[in-house]
C-alpha cells in the first residue's frame, strides 16, 4: 500500500484521517503545521499528501503551491482538506496545484475514492477529475 503524509493541525480529523488510511493498508506519517510537512515531504517522498488548507503559519494552499514548483516533489498528489467548502476555495485548491478536494468532515467512502483514483493515476481521467473536484 502507499505511504501517506497527512497535514493536520486539528487532533480529531488528524486521528480520523490516520484511523481510516491505516484501516486501508496504508502507512501515514503526520504533520501539524506545514513547515513540518515541507520537511518530512523533501526527506520521505510520500507517494500522497492530505493537506489542511487552514493550517497555522504557512497556509496549505502555499504549501502545496511551493511542492508543485519543486520538480522533486511535483508529482507527488496532494488532496486538499478544508472546513471551508465554498465554491471558490476548490477554485482556490485546482489553482495551488491541488490534485483533489475533500471538505470536511470527512467520508470515509469519499475519502478512499480519492485516495484510490489518484494513487492509480487516474486524475487526469474526465471522471475522475469530475468526482475529485466535483465538476467536470
Not at 34 to 51: F, H, K, Q, S, Y
Not at 57 to 74: F, H, I, N, R
Amino acid at each position: 500500500m502507499a505511504r501517506i503524509l497527512i497535514i493536520e493541525d486539528n487532533p480529531a480529523n488528524m486521528k480520523l484521517a490516520s484511523l481510516l488510511l491505516r484501516n486501508a493498508g496504508h502507512t501515514v506519517q503526520c504533520a501539524v503545521d506545514a513547515e513540518t510537512g515541507l520537511t518530512l515531504v523533501r526527506g520521505e517522498r510520500p507517494d500522497l499528501i492530505l493537506m489542511d488548507i487552514q493550517l497555522p503559519g504557512m497556509d496549505g494552499l502555499a504549501a502545496t503551491s511551493l511542492l508543485k514548483q519543486d520538480p522533486a516533489t511535483a508529482g507527488i498528489p496532494v488532496i486538499a482538506l478544508t472546513a471551508l467548502a465554498m465554491k471558490t476555495d476548490e477554485e482556490k485548491s485546482q489553482a495551488a496545484g491541488c490534485d483533489a478536494y475533500i471538505a470536511k468532515p470527512l467520508r470515509y467512502q469519499q475519502l478512499y475514492a480519492a485516495v484510490d483514483a489518484l494513487l492509480a493515476g487516474s486524475a487526469e481521467d474526465s471522471q475522475a477529475h469530475a468526482y475529485l473536484f466535483g465538476t467536470p
